[in-house]
């Protein structure tokens, strides 16, 4: 009903900077949140940022507050990550998803309120 597709990872070292675009399509009418979570080796999934995608307001995880943005082009389907002053700790996949089901975004980045996923994108940071 909904894909996403995840764009822009790569290897940065620390303290750059990094854009992650993530492109939707299908029955994106439905989609009132999307989000960017990421999956570090041995570590749980984590969301790390969330958008309405019909009011605009955003959520941060703690760990990236400050550091990250989350934007939208709803004219585009488009949702982005913009990730400055990137640590090693940054290192993970980080995936694209989209709640199509719920009224409001969850702010506590829970990944289960999330129905639809990205295959992932990798970031490395280096010293």
């Known amino acids: 009903q909904v894909q996403l597709v995840e764009s822009g990872g790569g290897s940065v070292q620390a303290g750059g900077s990094l854009r992650l675009s993530c492109e939707a399509s299908?029955?994106?009418?439905?989609?009132?949140?999307m989000g960017w979570f990421r999956q570090a080796p041995g570590k749980e999934r984590e969301g790390v940022a969330g958008i309405s995608a019909v009011i605009g307001t955003t959520y941060y995880a703690d760990s990236v507050k400050g550091r990250f943005t989350i934007s939208q082009d709803n004219a585009k389907n488009m949702v982005y990550l913009q990730m400055n002053s990137l640590k090693l700790e940054d290192t993970a996949i980080y995936y694209c998803?989209?709640?199509?089901?719920?009224?409001?975004?969850?702010?506590?980045?829970?990944?289960?309120?999330?129905?639809?996923w990205g295959q992932g994108t990798q970031v490395t940071v280096s010293s």
């Open positions: 998803a989209a709640d199509a089901s719920g009224r409001w975004c969850d702010a506590n980045l829970d990944p289960r309120k999330f129905g639809f």
């Open positions: 299908g029955y994106t009418y439905r989609i009132i949140c």
